[in-house]
């Protein structure tokens, strides 16, 4: 029946011919009299709450605005109160270390004048204290404007026996005096008064005149001192008289004294006399001074950290320098940052106090003068640990023992008023408003409803009263619950567990359930079930070394393995969360036989590991075979034979071996199996995924991350199932119970399959056969790595039209061969200032980085390609750390760097550049005699006779060059040099770049240092052209990207780090044992390393990043480097202890020891100050 409610009109809304109202009407005044008057009262019981709610939203808005209105305040209130106590806390961090970086650069300059001074003396052949400087005035102005002191003085130290004979030679050699005061007429810089006439002085004297004939010594008189006094005569006034104390405590102590505070006012005419005459407008005379005494070491030029300079040497003089205090807070703050208060003070005197506001510091007088009020902002520092903990100072450090002086900066009213504004009121009014016109819009948004809900109400009671006249009451109460019930049928007949099979069962995401809100969550308990974890041990530090490429491609290429091994087996892949893979047996589908299942899942995904990581070897790097993975597997009912994972992982490994590198099939999974029961279930939202919850998936994490690499580690909920299946063969009892996280102690199983288990005498091999084995595949990785670059080269040389070189007279000769390379009488004269490259070409880059068109090689090319790294392995001696595999390292860090090069200069997109790059890492350190070259120079080697230095950087080149220039190698220079000025470009490339792995050699470090300046300090440009400027770089970038990799170890990951300078230390162990090395590295091997980070290693990143070609990668680099430093701080001592014993244990019986420090430990040692020097001599 089609009817609608009368409209307000009183016409029928449905058409038809009859009188709507007049039958509507009839139809009211025939109901039950009864049920209307329960409408009316539903009505009226509806209308009643309504007028209530609004009411009570009323209120609640009332409420709300009160207390957003209050909060508001607060919130802004607060804000500028945080904001005050962070700008506090900036500004007191930058005042302290400006403070101290301006007492490293005050102190600084004293030092290098104490240091000339020293210099000129011994220069000269004068005995203290008979010492004169010459061009002291100028010298001294310099000082003064550097140190930002006021006034400065040379105070020699004279015996008593030495007393007659200084005076006679002072007052012989006081012309100074009247050049000082010429010089310090005509500096326009100098503001202080000028004296006119003085008189000498025949006579060591104190405060009250001539010092007796007797009096006592040692005596430190004022011989030279800048500005000249008008007060008294310019030298002989004994310092050593008035100030004893400190003088004393500077001998002793060997450290620059701050000195009693001066002219500290008692009262407001207190100045001290003879320093009003020395200032300018900039500074007032009666404000507090301090001086600084600074020893004079007699030593002082024999090394450049005159702080470490040996704790016996004489000291013969003091430099004293006086500043105001107000100096070292000065030009510290921006303008409008005011209100600091800076109270400086001593054990030994009273405090006084400075106000800090922007560029100024304001004296307020002697006393501590803060405001109580912000005691609670304050921070404090001894003046002695404000020094900075840079390399900018290496003189005499300031005492902590003679009347310390402290800092203590406090907050001030200044400063809170500048916070403080208007704003908390203003919000406020802002949000009252707000919410006011809110409320304002609701009331009258209510009026609107209410007409409009009184009319639906009215229509909603007279359809009631229809369905009521029409329908009995049974029937009525049926009809409007109906939807519900369907619901509640539908969700019986779709059941929680329906679901989540249907969930688990889409194909993509499009055919996941959709659900409301109001839906019940997809979620269901399985009792039976197995559980694994798996993850790849070691992969960290093997992510370190490799492009982000390549780390995905062994993800891709592994987990796709074992996802369609999960497939065939049956079991459902949960997910990955980086390196590690979790999977389940016996959900969503429940099988009895899911533990025996996921075992043999375990036992396919460990062997197949061995055979992805041995395919991908050749591409990915020769150590990633030294990846394992740990599973953990958990089951809950069935068991499982867990000799298909060992297979499987085997599988793996193997075919990855040759993309990933040599070493890839040595990579290894852990795997932890447990049983029992699981709540799974779909979380929804964004990207709904499956989830795993329960003891049971805890567990089987804990059984992997306890596990042993290459080992199947199962709880004893899963080898009571497999014992029941009757595999209790297959189960080992692991000795000792196992500490897992929540668990306590727990007692589990190993799970090896007879069928696969093998005998130690199976598994032993010689150690030299593993040698070859490892030489082998790391020579296949090298003629991949080339073959790539080789194919560039071609596909470069088609992409310019370039046809192959045609062997004309003019072009050398018949065969490549011919090609001489006389440029120099050895290999280290032909180092080129700047490399002349081909102009840089972006679409010939672009065409680079995509790979440009593979050109495949002549099967000759690729013969001889093989034979030639074949032979190079085989010239590189069976050194620890100088060898073939290092020389590998060092390419794979090369082949990293290049591909990470932004587009630039002429590099990018020449290959040709970048495989003498790559040739050159490769080759570096052939023929090496695990020596230092200053080792090869004590042995007089025969090398010494040929080269006289660079010895074996020079004979890796020879030898390496001359085996290229074979006849045998002729196709293969072909395919790599198609015409002789290419052949020499490619030398040239070599020659600079191994060459530049000689980083002791000064006149070849002095040289790259030039160029680096030149070519990326900031300054004026050099007069040259672009093309030899974008040269210049680009030589530069070639021979840090070089040096960066022969010690790219040292900036990648700690367990990378160790493994190689434990190697090295190894080889430096073995020459001092031989009597090839004066010194054993085990006596400064912890030291050594920290300064070759320091010096070294930290610097070369640095100068990575600072020439902005290598993106990420140099910032990797850097950190990379930063934090092994820190690591090796920390363990260092105990790493290289442990290091020596079990060195000294096996060194007599293997030449090639095993790892000497676990690699649990992740510790190994480093390069000391002399180990630097021959690591980084000997690469």
Not at 260 to 272: D, F, G, Y
Not at 1129 to 1147: A, F, H, N, P, Y
Request: with cysteine.
């Amino acid at each position: 029946m089609d009817s609608a409610p009368p409209s307000d009109d009183g016409s029928s809304s449905s058409g038809d011919d009859y009188n709507s109202t007049s039958h509507t009407e009839s139809f009211f005044d025939e109901r039950d009299p009864k049920k209307t008057d329960e409408d009316e009262a539903i009505a009226k019981t509806e209308s009643r709450v309504v007028r209530i709610v609004r009411v009570l939203v009323l209120l609640l808005l009332l409420v709300v605005t009160a207390g957003v209105s209050y909060g508001v305040f607060y919130y802004v209130s607060n804000s500028e109160t945080k904001s005050f106590e962070e700008d506090f806390q900036d500004s007191s961090t930058k005042v302290l270390d400006a403070v101290g970086s301006f007492l490293d650069h005050s102190l600084g300059a004293v030092d290098n004048f104490m240091v000339g001074i020293v210099t000129n003396a011994e220069e000269t052949g004068s005995e203290w204290p008979f010492v004169t400087i010459p061009n002291f005035a100028i010298r001294a102005t310099k000082l003064l404007s550097l140190s930002q002191a006021s006034i400065c003085g040379f105070y020699p130290k004279v015996s008593e026996e030495e007393r007659s004979e200084w005076e006679e030679w002072a007052l012989a050699n006081d012309e100074w005096v009247d050049v000082s005061l010429k010089v310090q007429r005509e500096d326009p810089t100098y503001a202080g008064t000028n004296v006119e006439s003085w008189y000498p002085s025949s006579s060591i004297s104190n405060n009250d005149g001539p010092l007796p004939i007797n009096a006592s010594g040692p005596h430190y008189p004022a011989y030279y001192t800048s500005p000249i006094v008008p007060v008294w005569s310019a030298y002989g006034w004994d310092l050593y008289q008035s100030f004893q104390q400190e003088i004393d405590e500077m001998e002793q102590r060997r450290s620059v004294i701050v000195g009693r505070t001066l002219n500290i006012p008692k009262s407001e005419q207190h100045t001290i006399s003879w320093i009003e005459g020395m200032v300018g407008p900039d500074l007032k005379a009666d404000e507090p001074i301090v001086p600084f005494y600074y020893p004079i070491d007699a030593s002082a030029s024999s090394g450049v950290a005159v702080a470490n300079s040996e704790q016996d040497g004489r000291v013969v003089g003091a430099i004293a320098v006086t500043m105001f205090w107000r100096e070292l807070l000065r030009n510290i703050l921006s303008p409008g940052s005011d209100g600091i208060v800076a109270v400086i003070g001593s054990k030994c005197q009273d405090p006084f106090t400075y106000q800090i506001n922007g560029p100024d510091a304001v004296y307020l007088g002697s006393g501590d003068r803060h405001d109580e009020a912000y005691n609670r902002l304050a921070e404090f520092s001894f003046l002695h640990d404000l020094r900075s903990s840079g390399k900018s100072y290496t003189g005499f450090p300031l005492s902590s023992t003679y009347c310390p002086y402290w800092i203590r900066l406090y907050a001030s009213d200044t400063m809170r008023d500048s916070h403080e504004t208007n704003n908390p009121l203003l919000f406020t009014i802002v949000a009252l408003s707000i919410f006011m016109f809110t409320s304002a819009v609701f009331v009258l948004y209510d009026c609107v409803s209410e007409r409009r809900q009184k009319k639906v109400l009215s229509v909603a009671v007279k359809s009631t009263a229809v369905v009521s006249g029409l329908f009995p009451k049974v029937v009525r109460d049926r009809i409007f619950p109906t939807e519900q019930r369907d619901r509640e049928d539908n969700g019986r007949a779709t059941n929680t567990k329906n679901r989540l099979q249907t969930f688990l069962s889409a194909k993509d995401d499009k055919a996941s359930p959709v659900q409301s809100s109001h839906d019940s969550p997809i979620a269901e308990l399985f009792a039976e079930t197995t559980v694994m974890f798996a993850d790849i041990a070691g992969f960290t530090a093997w992510c370190s070394v490799r492009e982000p490429t390549a780390v995905f491609s062994l993800l891709e290429a592994l987990y796709g393995s074992f996802d369609r091994i999960a497939h065939r087996r049956g079991v459902f892949k949960v997910e990955t969360i980086g390196d590690s893979y979790v999977a389940v047996a016996g959900l969503p589908d429940v099988r009895p036989d899911h533990a025996l299942v996921m075992a043999k899942f375990a036992r396919d995904c460990r062997s197949e590991m061995k055979l992805v990581t041995s395919r991908l070897g050749r591409v990915l790097g020769p150590d990633t075979a030294e990846l394992e993975i740990r599973i953990g597997l958990n089951s809950g009912g069935r068991v499982l034979g867990p000799d298909t994972a060992e297979l499987e992982m085997k599988l793996v490994t193997s075919r990855l071996g040759r993309v990933l590198g040599p070493d890839t099939a040595e990579l290894e999974i852990r795997i932890g199996l447990n049983s029992g029961p699981v709540t799974a279930g779909v979380l929804r939202g964004d990207r709904s995924r499956f989830q795993l919850f329960g003891d049971t998936v805890n567990t089987a994490a804990r059984m992997e991350s306890t596990g042993i690499v290459s080992k199947i580690q199962v709880s004893e909920n899963t080898a009571a199932l497999l014992k029941i299946a009757g595999k209790e063969h297959w189960l080992h009892k692991r000795e000792g119970k196992v500490a897992a996280k929540g668990k306590g102690s727990v007692q589990t199983y190993f799970v090896e399959p007879s069928n696969h288990a093998t005998s130690e005498a199976n598994e032993s091999t010689s150690s030299e056969k593993k040698t070859d084995e490892k030489t082998s595949k790391l020579v296949e990785w090298n003629v991949g790595i080339l073959t790539r670059w080789i194919q560039k080269i071609v596909a470069h040389d088609r992409a310019r039209e370039r046809a192959p070189a045609t062997k004309t007279p003019q072009d050398g000769g018949g065969t490549m061969e011919t090609v001489h390379f006389e440029t120099g009488a050895t290999v280290l004269e032909e180092v080129a200032d700047v490399l002349e490259l081909p102009a840089f070409d972006p679409n010939l880059s672009h065409n680079q980085e995509g790979g440009g068109d593979a050109q495949a090689l002549d099967k000759e090319v690729q013969t001889q390609l093989h034979d030639f790294v074949s032979i190079i392995a085989k010239l590189y001696k069976t050194n620890s750390f100088h060898n073939f595999e290092h020389a590998s390292h060092c390419t794979m860090s090369v082949s990293k760097l290049l591909s990470r090069i932004d587009p630039t200069y002429g590099i990018t997109s020449d290959p040709l550049t970048q495989l003498g790059c790559i040739f050159a890492a490769l080759i570096h350190d052939v023929d090496h005699q695990g020596v230092t070259n200053a080792q090869l120079l004590a042995e007089n080697s025969p090398l010494v006779d040929k080269y006289k230095k660079s010895m074996a950087e020079q004979n890796s080149v020879d030898i390496s060059w001359n085996l290229f220039m074979e006849p045998q190698f002729e196709d293969l220079r072909d395919a790599i040099c198609s015409t002789p000025t290419d052949m020499a470009r490619f030398r040239q490339v070599v020659v600079n770049a191994v060459m530049a792995t000689d980083v002791l050699d000064q006149d070849l470090k002095a040289l790259r240092n030039e160029r680096w300046n030149k070519a990326f300090a900031e300054g004026k440009p050099l007069d040259e052209s672009a093309t030899t400027s974008a040269n210049r770089k680009a030589t530069i970038v070639i021979e840090h990207l070089i040096q960066a990799s022969d010690v790219s170890h040292t900036m990648q990951h700690w367990y990378i780090f160790t493994k190689w300078n434990e190697r090295l230390f190894v080889e430096l162990y073995h020459a001092f044992k031989n009597g090839r090395s004066a010194k054993n590295p085990a006596d400064f091997w912890y030291e050594g390393e920290l300064s070759f980070f320091d010096n070294y290693v930290i610097p070369l990143a640095k100068k990575l990043r600072d020439c902005g070609v290598f993106g990420v990668s140099s910032d990797e680099y850097l950190s990379y480097a930063i934090k092994n430093r820190q690591e090796w701080e920390q363990c260092g001592r105990d790493v290289v202890e442990s290091m020596i014993q079990k060195l000294e244990t096996t060194v007599s019986k293997e030449a090639s020891p095993k790892p000497l420090v676990d690699e649990t430990r992740l510790a190994s040692s480093a390069s000391s100050s002399d180990a630097s020097e021959q690591a980084v001599g000997s690469d």
